[in-house]
Nanobody, 123 residues
Framework: QVQLVESGGGLVQAGGSLRLSCAAS????????MTWFRQSPGKEREFVAT????????NYADSMKGRFTISKDNAKNTVYLQMNSLKPEETAVYYC????????????????WGQGTQVTVSS
């Protein structure tokens, strides 16, 4: 069983930065690919970024490339999402998910989900 807890969300001005964290319980964190998604009210959940279990492979949604960075510290059982140059339309609840098989677009069935952290970008 793995529990995921996101943190680091908050209110930031447009153009600002935030770093989200997703801390996992359990001793098998390194076997899980981790993905960040986001969801705004009235919109479908959107893929943000993903990283393989060993941290060697990453991929991002096109609109995040060059601004967001996903990283994974298996010693700390934590995955991070550094978000720079944030835009008001990126206001959403950001979720992390864990699954055993890495896919470059984050597709597939997820075994574990966090509760989400709210990110609000003001204009």
């Amino acid at each position: 069983q793995v529990q995921l807890v996101e943190s680091g969300g908050g209110l930031v001005q447009a153009g600002g930065s935030l770093r989200l964290s997703c801390a996992a319980s359990g001793r098998t964190f390194s076997m899980y690919a981790m993905t960040w998604f986001r969801q705004s009210p009235g919109k479908e959940r959107e893929f943000v970024a993903t990283i393989s279990g060993n941290g060697l492979y990453t991929n991002y949604a096109d609109s995040m490339k060059g601004r967001f960075t996903i990283s994974k510290d298996n010693a700390k059982n934590t995955v991070y999402l550094q978000m720079n140059s944030l835009k008001p339309e990126e206001t959403a609840v950001y979720y992390c998910g864990a699954k055993t098989h890495y896919t470059s677009n984050g597709s597939g069935a997820y075994e574990y989900w966090g509760q989400g952290t709210q990110v609000t970008v003001s204009s």
